[in-house]
């Protein structure tokens, strides 16, 4: 019998595939021969002896310690790609969300007071306030070609956009996936001045850390849109803001809210929804349940 510890709540069409049989699983439970987890941050946790794989139902492993499971001979699965689809439909709808000023807009008209007829002069008074761009014939830089970065260059060719992709390390898999009309950069600095809205799609190291700072951001061109639902820590919020208060820069939508950037005008930040949905956690679940068990 396997004991299976479960960090967080993990769908229940993952969880069903470990026969109950062979497996006892629970989120309080002694001596686990591997832990499933989703967000909770392993860092700090003392590692249990009969420990021998963790699995993570999602595709960034920050919140876990690799290098110290490695040296303890343990494992670490994720689920890549299994959240691609929701991820991709969210980054489509924070272009419009920043295209359209629909946040802004929709602020507006919440706090519209006074008969109807009050509020039907003051919205077409205010409505000049939130005009916004299309997509059509704009171009989108995605940094990142993995599973959800194709996604996205092929949902925004399907949008009449013209796109621009730049991954050093891209698979011969992901590029048969790719449209043919996505066009290379030759540099994440080639991509960043050529992009009206930009989107990245990396894991956060060393390397990526403020891939988008000051001197990046002063050379996209005026109005340009930033969108990260990968990590918070590839884009320098600080550097965003002074492009955005001093008008360089048209917006900033992403998935990671601070004190910094929650009440900005020109920002939208959202609780971390990338991959919260029903169809990505159960993905996702499913496929990590499977590689544990096979494991």
């Not at 989108?140 to 390390?169: Q, R």
């Amino acid at each position: 019998m396997y004991k299976i510890l479960t960090l967080n709540n993990i769908s229940v069409a993952g969880l069903e595939r470990l026969p109950r049989d062979r497996y006892e699983v629970a989120s309080e439970i002694q001596h686990p021969d591997a832990i499933l987890l989703r967000s909770y941050k392993m860092h700090d946790m003392e590692i249990p002896p009969t420990l021998k794989a963790v699995g993570r139902a999602g595709a960034g492993v920050n919140n876990i310690p690799v290098e110290k499971l490695t040296k303890l001979g343990i494992p670490v699965f994720n689920a890549p790609g299994a959240n691609a689809n929701a991820v991709k439909e969210l980054v489509l709808a924070g272009m419009l969300l920043g295209a359209r000023n629909i946040c802004q807009a929709w602020e507006f008209a919440r706090g519209l007071e006074g008969t109807d007829a009050e509020i039907s002069k003051a919205v077409e008074a205010g409505k000049k306030q939130f005009v916004g761009i299309e997509l059509p014939g704009r171009t989108l830089g995605v940094i990142g070609l993995g599973a959800i970065g194709v996604k996205v260059c092929n949902a925004a060719v399907a949008l009449g956009m013209k796109v621009l992709g730049y991954d050093p390390e891209i698979t011969v898999q992901r590029a048969w996936q790719l449209s043919s009309q996505v066009q290379q950069a030759a540099s994440v600095d080639d991509l960043l001045s050529h992009s009206e809205f930009v989107s990245f799609h990396v894991p956060l190291v060393e390397g990526t850390r403020h891939m988008v700072n000051a001197d990046r951001i002063a050379a996209m061109p005026e109005g340009a849109v930033i969108l990260n639902f990968a990590r918070q820590g590839i884009v320098d919020d600080e550097a965003v803001v002074r492009a955005l208060d001093a008008g360089h820069l048209r917006a900033y939508i992403c998935d990671f809210p601070t004190n910094l950037l929650k009440d900005h005008p020109r920002v939208v930040t959202l609780p971390h929804l990338g991959a919260s949905t029903k169809e990505a956690e159960e993905n996702c679940a499913v496929m990590v349940v499977d590689e544990i068990r096979d494991y």
